[in-house]
């Protein structure tokens, strides 16, 4: 019996699995199934596995942020005045309810936040920075930088 571990992939043919789901997550089992020259039942198998030890989170659609009406992305970096856990919880409750805030990362360094932020126009991104970001108890400042283009945009992770 093989002993699969939450750590790393177990074998090559998970690897392929995971690689193509990450390219098309609606590839259909028989497709999958041809391209890795599994059985269909073999791949459905194998992606529940995954589903079940946390490697696969979940299947989405990602949109087009213009298309839908978002012509500014921003990064905006935070700094709190100070660092207690309940100022922390505090900031993370508040940033969770933000549905402009595509991610936040807590960071070492100079800042204690960083943000991916949508915005619709530069009066969205004043009323996001002064009336969303600025209430929160404890936030000592705030510098936000606009995305001229994008260099690089991708979730596929590397399998190697």
């Not at 990450?22 to 039942?41: E, F, K, V």
């Not at 995954?50 to 087009?64: F, N, P, S, V």
């Not at 209430?135 to 283009?149: C, H, M």
Request: hydrophobic share 40%; aromatic share 6%.
């Amino acid at each position: 019996m093989i002993e699969y571990s939450y750590n790393r992939i177990s074998d090559e043919l998970d690897k392929a699995i995971l690689q193509a789901l990450q390219q098309d997550g609606r590839i259909s089992n028989a497709d999958l199934a041809r391209q890795i020259n599994l059985s269909p039942p073999a791949v459905h198998a194998r992606i529940r596995r995954l589903e079940k030890q946390g490697y696969i989170r979940q299947y989405t659609a990602l949109l087009d942020p213009e298309k839908v009406g978002y012509d500014m992305i921003c990064f905006v970096h935070m700094g709190l005045q100070i660092h207690q856990q309940q100022q922390v919880e505090a900031v993370r409750d508040a940033i969770q309810q933000m549905p402009e805030v595509l991610e936040c990362y807590h960071l070492t360094g100079e800042f204690d936040y960083i943000l991916k932020v949508v915005i619709r126009n530069r009066q969205d991104l004043e009323r996001f920075i002064m009336q969303r970001l600025m209430p929160i108890p404890g936030l000592a400042r705030v510098q936000t930088g606009l995305v001229l283009s994008a260099v690089k945009s991708t979730t596929i992770l590397p399998l190697e």
